[in-house]
Nanobody
Framework: QVHLVESGGRTVQAGGSLKLSCVVS????????MGWFRQAPGNEREFVAA????????DYTDSVKGRFTISRDNDKSTVYLQMNNLKPEDTAVYYC????????????????WGQGTQVTVSS
């Protein structure tokens, strides 16, 4: 069984920064490619960023490019999402997810999910 726990979400003013963390347990972390998704009320869950097993393959949705950075520390079994210049439209519950393919950006490709962490950006 794979277990993912996100942390770091809180309320921040527009223009501010947050760093989300997701700790993974249950199997060797370097077997997984990881992703971050978000879901705002009334919206579908959307892809935010993905990182391959070694940390060199990256992908981002267009709306966060240049503002968000995904990274991982395989020794700590943790994936991060550094979010800068936050905007009110970034407000959502953020989820991390794990899967075994090289890189994926659709939620149906991910097998394991965390419980989510709330990010609220006030204007």
């Amino acid at each position: 069984q794979v277990h993912l726990v996100e942390s770091g979400g809180r309320t921040v003013q527009a223009g501010g920064s947050l760093k989300l963390s997701c700790v993974v347990s249950g199997r060797p972390f370097n077997k997984y490619a990881m992703g971050w998704f978000r879901q705002a009320p009334g919206n579908e869950r959307e892809f935010v960023a993905a990182i391959g097993r070694g940390g060199t393959m990256l992908d981002y949705t267009d709306s966060v490019k240049g503002r968000f950075t995904i990274s991982r520390d395989n020794d700590k079994s943790t994936v991060y999402l550094q979010m800068n210049n936050l905007k009110p439209e970034d407000t959502a519950v953020y989820y991390c997810a794990a899967q075994f393919t090289l890189l994926a950006k659709t939620f149906t490709e991910y097998e394991w999910w965390g419980q989510g962490t709330q990010v609220t950006v006030s204007s």
